[in-house]
């Protein structure tokens, strides 16, 4: 089970148009099923990930792996934490309102905050997944008020 090329694509422009270009490209964790009983992956909830105490931004999937969220946080475990719960047994969703049910989780660990925020901003621009619906800006085509 991998990353969506979209993802890797969407990180790669990002490394190429906005990093310095001496930095490392982003190194994705691995996948980890937040339910590895019903869907096994490369890592299973709650183990850490790499990365798990540093800032960096984090996916959620559902069970196809379609990208449903992306978050980041200046300690991403410390975030997940507020989205899932069950570090020493089964993984409870702690938010409701989810219209996917997650199942899997990936992260990457970033520099610093900011660079956090700012690769947070790009990927749900150019991802558009459906459940990050705060601070979502209409897309107006402009040639249709000319």
């Not at 990353?3 to 148009?17: F, G, K, N, R």
């Not at 956090?116 to 705060?134: C, G, R, T, W």
Request: aromatic share 12%; hydrophobic share 40%; with cysteine.
């Amino acid at each position: 089970m991998n990353i969506p090329e979209s993802i890797q694509t969407a990180l790669t422009e990002y490394h190429a148009d906005w990093r310095h270009p001496r930095l490392e490209p982003f190194k994705i964790s691995g996948i980890y099923s937040l339910f590895p009983d019903e869907a096994p992956a490369e890592h299973n909830w709650p183990v850490m990930w790499p990365g798990a105490g540093y800032a960096g931004v984090y996916f959620v999937f559902g069970a196809q792996m379609q990208l449903l969220y992306i978050g980041s946080g200046f300690n991403v475990a410390g975030r997940l934490s507020q989205h899932f719960s069950g570090s020493r047994g089964p993984c409870r969703i702690l938010e409701p309102g989810w219209k996917t049910r997650p199942a899997f989780i990936a992260t990457i660990a970033t520099l610093r905050q900011f660079e956090a925020s700012s690769l947070e901003e790009f990927l749900i621009e150019v991802l558009d997944p459906p459940e990050n619906v705060h601070g979502k800006t209409r897309k107006v085509d402009t040639m249709q008020d000319v």
